[in-house]
């Protein structure tokens, strides 16, 4: 697993982005992005104020707020040759809503002097182990320029 800040909210495309859009908002892609609602990132044990910039435009590779991942790597033999295949697997995001304990380093920058209080909540839960599969065929199809075709197994 990596969390090297490599995927940051503003980075990501915007298909994946709309699974953070109760929390956050940003105009675009590789604009700056804000926190909607006040939320507690639980992998990073950090709380988020609502307008807090999650993610700045001027510093895309340093982002606030980052995305684990696994890096995937898959390598295989052909013919005597090696291929390799290698893919990020983000984690998923979940946003609930439930009541947090906020630790003395979470309240630090906010007023409230609640111990616990009713947010928002992401935490991140690894990918589907079928997202992380490489499927490959049976059989393997070469056209060569004669136009002929001839079929190996593999």
């Known amino acids: 697993m990596y969390d090297d800040y ?3 909210l ?3 495309p915007d298909q994946e982005f709309e699974k953070y859009s109760i ?3 940003r105009k675009r892609f590789r604009y700056t992005t804000y926190a909607n609602v006040p939320f507690v990132d639980d992998f990073h044990g950090r709380f988020y104020q609502d307008g807090e910039t999650l993610h700045a435009a001027n510093n895309l590779n340093y982002p606030t707020i980052s995305i684990p991942y696994y890096k995937v790597e898959y390598s295989f033999n052909l ?4 291929y390799i295949h290698t893919f990020d697997a983000l984690f998923n ?3 609930v809503i439930g009541k947090k304990e906020l630790s003395p380093k979470m309240r630090r920058n906010i007023k409230i ?3 616990s209080m009713l947010v928002h909540v992401l935490r991140f839960e690894p990918p589907d182990e079928k997202m992380l599969a490489l499927n490959l065929p049976n059989q393997v199809i070469i056209f060569d ?3 002929m075709a001839r079929v190996f197994d593999v």
């Open 145 to 147: 320029v004669k136009k």
């Open 6 to 8: 490599k995927y940051g």
């Open 10 to 12: 503003s980075t990501i």
């Open 93 to 95: 995001p979940t946003i």
């Open 113 to 115: 002097k609640k111990s």
């Open 23 to 25: 929390i956050c908002d």
């Open 79 to 82: 013919w005597g040759s090696t």
